[in-house]
């Protein structure tokens, strides 16, 4: 492969992930799009980490930054509305998701093939918290329409720890939720439940 873009979500997904895809094309661009990370401040410092940590290492990066397609407001994806229609929370989380990653890998395709990229590839499927399978479908489907660019559907979940590891070692930010507020509250949740 010659040229891949590897959507990334965070500095610590991107060490995992670049790492592994390093061997596979002679140049790797980073691409960051995540309009659903929110607050504000907490997309500025994931960008900041992720950016920081690629020119640290020398690998291009770019960001698509976020227009309309998503704003705090728009980042609770009308949770009301999807309880009001009586789906489970889990139902809720898997309608968040896909519409997430929909969002953001085909925004980053459209970038890819506008730069004459040969591969798409997503920091996303690292982390055990989201259905790889669903991410790898969508990828797939982003890129289908055309001929010169093929999606990396992967599993990246072994590096994980790794990847976390490294990043508290190096004194990157590491967050804690995925981005969007929903997930936010759910991961507070979490962490308040086993404290219990």
Not at 109 to 119: K, L, M, P, Q, T
């Amino acid at each position: 492969m010659k040229h891949l873009a590897l959507h990334t979500c965070c500095a610590p997904c991107l060490i995992g992930v670049h790492s592994v895809l390093a061997a596979e094309a002679d140049h790797i661009t980073v691409v960051f799009y995540n309009p659903n990370i929110a607050p504000s401040f907490e997309y500025s410092k994931r960008r900041n980490a992720c950016e920081e940590y690629a020119r640290d290492k020398g690998i291009r990066f770019f960001e698509i930054t976020p227009s309309d397609d998503w704003t705090e407001a728009q980042s609770q994806i009308d949770v009301s509305s999807l309880s009001a229609i009586q789906l489970s929370l889990e139902e809720q989380r898997e309608m968040r998701c896909r519409t997430c990653y929909d969002l953001r890998l085909g925004r980053v395709a459209v970038w890819a093939i506008e730069h004459g990229c040969d591969g798409l590839a997503t920091t996303l499927s690292i982390s055990p918290f989201q259905n790889v399978a669903t991410i790898n479908q969508i990828g797939e489907a982003k890129v289908a329409a055309f001929c010169d660019i093929n999606f990396i559907a992967a599993d990246f979940r072994e590096h994980h720890r790794d990847a976390q590891r490294m990043a508290r070692h190096l004194g990157i930010y590491c967050q804690n939720y995925c981005g969007c507020l929903p997930s936010k509250a759910e991961a507070a949740k979490q962490r308040a439940d086993r404290k219990r």
